[in-house]
């Protein structure tokens, strides 16, 4: 039985990892220095399959935590912990969690095998953060240095107040460790790296992470399309003239079409036929997101999937949304901060262009 050459939804690696060939040698190199690395692009365009990557052919230990997840600076520095158990011989940590000025509570989970860690909420909490990032520097060898990776990073403000000021005058110290963040929400990254009044001014090399480029992901494509489609190269193109090289959208509508040819032989238009299946499949999920919307978010939506006009352009306000530009330019503050529209090179655009679509047949149904 064949194999659906395409994966989404999950770390890319392997022979399902598209080129990044240049973004892979740039990370290695500023890796192989004392300096810091910043990754910023949208969401699903691959900041973690290329880390994840990068992390894999140098060997190096690596501990990685999802800042989203984070409730609180007890749940941060508990979390940080637990990721180095994972990594380094408990003999090793045990010496130096004996040295903390609050001694977390530690046991086994029967249930999975793994180390349970929480610490009592604290008047002070800087000394957890100062504890258990310098516990990173001194299991650090220099030989084989730790990564740590530092994932939506932009979220470091929501956790507590200030306490992005606290992992900065710790970490500023630590010669041992390179760290690496990434973000999806760009206005707040840059906000974070590059503002003055940052604490993490400048900090780290940034690199903006964007699509695979077009020829690229076209080659990519029709050789994994090859074993399933009469036409590859054409049926890449149509793939990418929906999805516009967005690389999770891409590997998606590629993952179906390949399994429609693959399992029903023949068809007239297989990427259509699969939009509409990745549309049908997700209408409730739409929907609810659709309904979380206010009327002026709802309003650009609607203007950006009928119209090719960016929503900041005059052509735009005339025909789809009667307002001030101001108004538009909030709404689309807005809906870039929720992951809805990202911003381009050339404007403004729908992240998921299955969400555009639906959008555009429930508009005309």
Known sequence: MKKNPFKF??????????????EIKKVKSILMTDNHLIIISPRRFGKTSLISKVMKETGR??????????????DFASQLLKRVYRVYPFEKIKQIIKSFRIIPSISLNPMNNEVDISFQPVSSDSI??????????????????LIVVFDEFQEIKNIKKEIDRQIRSTIQHHQ??????????????????EKKKSPFYHFGYLLPLDRIPHQEFLAYLAAGLKSAADKPEETAKEILEITKSHPYYTQQLAFNVWELLNNAGKSKNPVEESVDEIIMHHDMDYERLWNTINRTDMKILIGM???????????????YFVGASSTIFSSLKRLTQNGLVIKTELG????????KRWVNKRRIR
């Open 9 to 22: 939804g999950s770390i890319v690696d392997g022979h399902y990892f598209t080129n990044r060939s240049e």
């Open 61 to 74: 230990p690596v501990i990685f935590l999802d800042l989203q997840l984070i409730t609180n600076t007890e």
């Open 128 to 145: 957890l953060i100062e504890d258990v990032l310098n516990l990173l520097e001194r299991v650090s060898d220099k030989k084989k240095k």
């Open 176 to 193: 041992n460790i390179n760290y690496v963040f990434l973000g999806s929400q760009e206005s707040l990254m840059r906000d974070i790296f």
């Open 305 to 319: 999937s009928l119209s090719e006009f960016t929503p900041l352009s005059s052509e735009f306000s005339k025909k």
């Open 348 to 355: 403004y655009e729908i992240d998921d262009p299955f969400f």
